[in-house]
């Protein structure tokens, strides 16, 4: 009965367990899937920003004015 409602058998120590019934674990709850997309979205454009403030300190400005 409890590999049923908690597939931990498959789950390695500290990771993340599926849950019979929990919005997340089956996806069921479309308010939470939109939240989490949005917080994905977020995620990725401050990574993309970050990156690119990376890249423009790495490079001097003057490598595109070569006169």
Partial sequence: MQDETNN???AP???LEYRKGCP???HSDPVLERELQAFAQLLFDIYLWDREKERQRDCPPEIDNIP
């Fill in 8 to 10: 931990s058998a498959a």
């Fill in 13 to 15: 120590h500290g990771a």
């Fill in 24 to 26: 997340a674990c089956e």
